[in-house]
Every structure is written in structure tokens, then in C-alpha cells.
């Protein structure tokens, strides 16, 4: 058995001791669950901070995989950095930790992060808090003219705080990400298919897309190419969660809800 792990230039007192823990006996009896599912994320306080731990699930065939590439927990360890570098707001990162067995091959992995009260975006989508709506369309032309691509960018991904009435956005599952030195390298279609997956076709992706449009400072008639492209993305989406239900119906297997497309 082999531990790796990597702290942050901003730790705190324990954290290292803390991920070689968690790494080795799970968390302890008094951190709150807050979230279940593939990963699990808890909430606990070490040296008077608060700090998210999340643990990632692995099958065996990726087990085998991260031999050799980054696992997800290094990925969003060395990303939040860079965020931050590029003055975009996500928890501030404190470590990262694998847990590897014969040959390297991964057991488990564990990403520590500061833990941020905020709520999701998809809060004030369900309420249509246009305001909202209208700073998250600033927020994602200026993560892109920074050069950032989030390839999970959904309803979940953003976090919302307020400052003095001012909506402020943090990324958050950070492990998947594109960095460019510019936006300029960033293409429009890519740019436009990053937008699509943060909510359904409706008043408020119609209401962020023209304000985006707006931000980004491109013509008017892009609002159109973004509305055909947020449509074939749905009409995608659906067709293959629709494959994905008929084979797990015809094998046995419970079907579960996705949180968002998947492109």
C-alpha cells in the first residue's frame, strides 16, 4: 500500500493528518454527510475552518486506468489552484490524497477543500430570478474571455452568495476543466456548447443567452446560433437518456436520475 498527498501553500494546521486519515479509516464519527451519490461529500471542522472532504468512487476498470492518469482528486486540486491564479472564486483548495495498492493501482482518492455556505444556481433558476440570471451571463463571458472552459458547468456547479445584494458565483466539482492562455483561443462553438447544459430550453436560458450574447460582445444574430445549438444539444440529451433507460429497463438495472447532460 502506498499514500500520496499534496497540500496547498495556504493550509491549514492538520490537514495533512487529516487526509492520511480519511485515506486510511474514512472520516470521522462527527463529520456531517452532505452529499451522496457516486461521490461523497462531507462537511467538518479541523483547526476552527470548515472543510469539505470528498471522496471519490472508482470502479475496478478505472482503478487500473489512473495508474497512469491523473485521478479526479489531483485534477481538482491542481484546477482549483489555477482558478484561483486566474481570480476565479472556487473553495480554496488545502489537499489532495491517493490511496494506491500492487502495481499502483488506485484504491481510493480524497480532495479537501475549504467548505463555502452557498446555494446552487438552480435556486434562482426555479424562481427565474432574472437578476441572477443576467450576472451568471457575465460570470460565464468572463470565465471564457479568461480562457476557462467547465465541462460540467450545471445548475449545481455554481455556487450563488450575495454581497451587499450583488449575486457572486464560485465554481465548485472542479476535476474537469479546459485552460487556455486566452479566450481568443477558445472557439465560438465551443463556447456556446459550454452554455448548454446548466438548465432546460426555456425564458431563462433565452434571458442568459441574449445576455451573454451581450457580454461576450458579439453581434446580435450569435443569440440564434445559441438557441439551435442549445436545442440539438436537448433533443441529444434526451434521445440518449432515453437509450440509456431501455438498456438498463432490459438488463435489470435501476435507472437513476442524471443532474445534467452529458455531452
Same mark, same amino acid.
Given at each position: 500500500?502506498?499514500?500520496?498527498?499534496?497540500?496547498?501553500?495556504?493550509?491549514?494546521?492538520?490537514?495533512?493528518?487529516?487526509?492520511?486519515?480519511?485515506?486510511?479509516?474514512?472520516?470521522?464519527?462527527?463529520?456531517?454527510?452532505?452529499?451522496?451519490?457516486?461521490?461523497?461529500?462531507?462537511?467538518?471542522?479541523?483547526?476552527?475552518?470548515?472543510?469539505?472532504?470528498?471522496?471519490?468512487?472508482?470502479? =475496478?476498470?478505472?482503478?487500473?486506468?489512473?495508474?497512469?492518469?491523473?485521478?479526479?482528486?489531483?485534477?481538482?486540486?491542481?484546477?482549483?489552484?489555477?482558478?484561483?491564479?486566474?481570480?476565479?472564486?472556487?473553495?480554496?483548495?488545502?489537499? =489532495?490524497?491517493?490511496?494506491?495498492?500492487?502495481?499502483?493501482?488506485?484504491?481510493?482518492?480524497?480532495?479537501?477543500?475549504?467548505?463555502?455556505?452557498?446555494?446552487?444556481?438552480?435556486?434562482?433558476?426555479?424562481?427565474?430570478?432574472?437578476?441572477?440570471?443576467?450576472?451568471?451571463?457575465?460570470?460565464?463571458?468572463?470565465?471564457?474571455?479568461?480562457?476557462?472552459?467547465?465541462?460540467?458547468?450545471?445548475?449545481?456547479?455554481?455556487?450563488?452568495?450575495?454581497?451587499?445584494?450583488?449575486?457572486?458565483?464560485?465554481?465548485?466539482?472542479?476535476?474537469?476543466?479546459? =485552460?487556455? $492562455?486566452?479566450?481568443?483561443?477558445? $472557439?465560438?462553438?465551443?463556447?456556446?456548447?459550454?452554455?448548454?447544459?446548466?438548465?432546460?430550453?426555456?425564458?431563462?436560458?433565452?434571458?442568459?443567452?441574449?445576455?451573454?450574447?451581450?457580454?461576450?460582445?458579439?453581434?446580435?444574430?450569435?443569440?440564434?446560433?445559441?438557441?439551435?445549438?442549445?436545442?440539438?444539444?436537448?433533443?441529444?440529451?434526451?434521445?440518449?437518456?432515453?437509450?440509456?433507460?431501455?438498456?438498463?429497463?432490459?438488463?435489470?438495472?435501476? $435507472?437513476?436520475?442524471?443532474?445534467?447532460?452529458?455531452?
Amino acid at each position: 500500500m502506498r499514500i500520496v498527498s499534496k497540500t496547498s501553500d495556504n493550509r491549514i494546521d492538520g490537514i495533512v493528518k487529516l487526509t492520511t486519515t480519511v485515506l486510511d479509516n474514512g472520516v470521522a464519527n462527527n463529520a456531517l454527510l452532505i452529499h451522496s451519490g457516486r461521490n461523497l461529500i462531507w462537511q467538518q471542522s479541523l483547526s476552527g475552518q470548515n472543510v469539505a472532504i470528498k471522496a471519490y468512487g472508482s470502479s =475496478f476498470i478505472k482503478s487500473l486506468i489512473y495508474i497512469v492518469r491523473k485521478t479526479k482528486a489531483q485534477r481538482a486540486f491542481e484546477n482549483a489552484k489555477e482558478l484561483r491564479a486566474r481570480g476565479v472564486p472556487t473553495p480554496a483548495p488545502l489537499s =489532495f490524497g491517493e490511496k494506491r495498492g500492487f502495481m499502483g493501482r488506485l484504491e481510493k482518492s480524497v480532495y479537501i477543500s475549504l467548505y463555502e455556505e452557498s446555494y446552487p444556481l438552480e435556486k434562482y433558476l426555479d424562481i427565474k430570478d432574472l437578476h441572477v440570471i443576467e450576472e451568471f451571463a457575465r460570470f460565464t463571458a468572463e470565465i471564457h474571455r479568461k480562457g476557462i472552459i467547465h465541462r460540467d458547468l450545471n445548475s449545481t456547479n455554481v455556487r450563488v452568495t450575495f454581497d451587499h445584494g450583488k449575486p457572486e458565483f464560485s465554481l465548485i466539482d472542479v476535476n474537469r476543466m479546459k =485552460f487556455t $492562455s486566452h479566450g481568443d483561443a477558445l $472557439s465560438l462553438k465551443e463556447r456556446l456548447g459550454n452554455t448548454t447544459r446548466f438548465c432546460e430550453f426555456d425564458s431563462n436560458y433565452t434571458h442568459f443567452i441574449k445576455a451573454y450574447v451581450k457580454y461576450s460582445n458579439y453581434p446580435a444574430d450569435t443569440v440564434g446560433m445559441a438557441l439551435c445549438a442549445k436545442q440539438k444539444h436537448d433533443r441529444r440529451y434526451e434521445h440518449l437518456k432515453s437509450r440509456k433507460k431501455f438498456f438498463k429497463n432490459l438488463f435489470g438495472h435501476k $435507472s437513476h436520475k442524471d443532474d445534467c447532460p452529458i455531452n
